[in-house]
């Protein structure tokens, strides 16, 4: 039994997958060993299965139905520092060792959220 425990917790953090979802599909990624620290906030760095390394800040960015609906579900989750980027979009910044990847999982399976993503870092393009 001491030798099964090990290997039990060896299998699941091999197999342990981290994704989002995007427009309703579950995105894989791979995590790379690069991170960074920019103005004061951790920025670990993922690829996808298209070869495009992405940057994810600690945060989580979603959407919520009804606003004043989500108050209790932020509870919840322990989730206390809220930006409101528009009327119903919020920035949402999570503690230090808190997984915005999980945490946006947990989101976006509630029924209340109409999106939730980790707060990814993308490139500015011209139109």
Request: net charge positive; glycine share 4%; hydrophobic share 35%.
């Amino acid at each position: 039994m001491k030798i099964l425990i090990p290997i039990m917790l060896l299998c699941s953090t091999l197999w342990s997958e981290t994704y989002y979802y995007e427009y309703g599909k579950k995105v894989k990624l791979t995590k790379l060993k690069e991170t960074r620290v920019v103005n004061d906030q951790n920025i670990s760095y993922y690829q996808n299965s298209a070869g495009q390394n992405i940057g994810v800040k600690n945060a989580v960015i979603t959407k919520c139905k009804q606003l004043d609906q989500c108050t209790a579900l932020f509870e919840k989750y322990n989730l206390t520092q809220i930006q409101n980027l528009t009327k119903k979009i919020l920035l949402i910044k999570l503690d230090k060792g808190v997984d915005p990847f999980e945490i946006s999982q947990k989101l976006a399976l509630e029924d209340k959220i109409e999106f939730a993503h980790p707060n990814f870092i993308k490139k500015r393009q011209k139109r």
